[in-house]
Every structure is written in C-alpha cells, then in structure tokens.
C-alpha cells in the first residue's frame, strides 16, 4: 500500500513569507507526528496528533509554528513569517494508534525548506 | 534533559566485514531504545527496538545490545554489504509515551 507521503518535496521561500506544508498520512493511522532535521542534527519533535484528542504542541518552537489535522487525514504544518533558521527538511510520520513508542512510526520523504 | 551522542564522524567498513555503531546517553535510562535507518533524502526507516530488561535482540544481520549500567547501545550489522550503506539512527523514549528523543546519526559506508 502507499506510504506516508508530503508535498512540496522541497520549497525555497523568501524570509518573512508564510508556508504551508502538507503530510498525507497511510491509511487508517490514526496518530500523527510532524519533526523537524536540520542538517548534521536529529530530529526534534513538532507536534503529535493522534485521533480526536488534543494534539500535543510541546514541541513547537513558536507562535510562528502550527499545524492542523482534518480527522485522521491530511495535515498540514504552517510557518508564518519565515526566518532563515527554519530552514531544515521537516519530516512527517503515521503510526497505527501511537499509544506508546512500540508502534511503529511510518515517515514520509520529508519537504526540504530553504528561506533566504 | 536527556541527550544522545552518537558517533558524527563517518565509520567506513570494508565489506564483509562487522560494523560496530554506537549510542550513548547521558540521563535515565530509557524504558525503550530505537535503531533507524535513513538514506539520504528519505524519512527514517525503523529497523530494531530493545527494552530495558532485554540484553541484546536480532534481526536478520542485525543485533542491537542495551547497557544500562554503561548507559549506551550498540548496533552491529554482520555480513555488511555496501547497500547498508546510510545514516542509522538511534532514538529512545522521552517524556511521554509516544515521543523520542533522537540521535544525530553515524553515517556508515561500505567499501566493496
């Protein structure tokens, strides 16, 4: 079956415009995780979704940051006003119930984001 | 807070060989730990997971030990092969049950 997928795969923005990007999940997983990588680093948590709970926005690194899931679909991660140390590939993934971290996260290919 | 350290310099094994990565962490020892896969351009791929009260686990050609006295993981591919070439990952449990705290990677080439 298709795995996680994200558009744009990469995206070059001006410093201060606004960028949406999108993650669909696979199919029936009900939570799902946004990180960002930036290069030579591991990956930070974002923000976790799972079913029709609150998401978990700890990781956000500001108000410039947020992100919507439509039910146990499509997200999509908003960046508002870009500034140059956002650039990094932000990464997606879906796992079945993400009760706990034995289940399985699923990635995405990741968007790569350069602002100049 | 927790943090991981990983190996940043590249490990380059001849192939046939056994490679030897390495993750360490500084704090707690976590109730899980995570070996990844990932090549460049692509999501990380899982590949092992080992509790706490588990020693050692295997994959195939892959064997992942846990010390938690020693506060350290270690992954080791046997029979390499230069398509196990990529960046590996570790990650272990955070604060909640669902987040990880990850490793920057040791990126790892396979010489023919």
């Known amino acids: 079956g298709a795995g996680v997928s994200q558009s744009p795969s990469n995206k070059v923005t001006e410093k201060g415009k606004d960028v949406e990007l999108r993650c669909d999940p696979i199919s029936g997983h009900t939570a799902l995780y946004w990180y960002r990588q930036r290069l030579g680093q591991g990956l930070e948590f974002l923000i976790y979704f799972q079913g029709n709970s609150a998401p978990d926005k700890s990781g956000l690194p500001s108000d410039r940051f947020s992100a919507e899931r439509t039910g146990e679909s499509v997200s999509t991660l908003t960046i508002q006003r870009t500034q140059q140390e956002d650039s990094a590939v932000y990464l997606c993934a879906s796992s079945l119930e993400g009760a706990d971290i034995t289940d399985t996260q699923y990635f995405g290919p990741g968007t790569r984001l350069t602002v100049l | 807070s927790q943090k991981i350290e990983q190996n940043s310099e590249a490990l380059n094994i001849q192939e046939g060989k056994t490679a030897t990565l390495t993750c360490n962490y500084t704090n707690y020892s976590p109730a899980y730990l995570q070996w990844y896969r990932q090549d460049p351009g692509r999501g990380p791929v899982f590949l092992l997971l080992i509790r706490e009260n588990e020693k050692e686990k295997r994959k195939e050609r892959l064997k992942v030990t846990f010390d938690t006295t020693l506060k350290q993981s270690l992954f080791h591919i046997t029979a390499s092969q230069p398509a196990d070439s990529a960046t590996y990952l570790c990650?272990?449990?955070?604060?909640?049950?669902?987040?990880?705290?990850w490793g920057a990677g040791t990126k790892l080439i396979i010489k023919p």
């Open positions: 990650a272990l449990a955070g604060d909640s049950n669902y987040q990880l705290i």
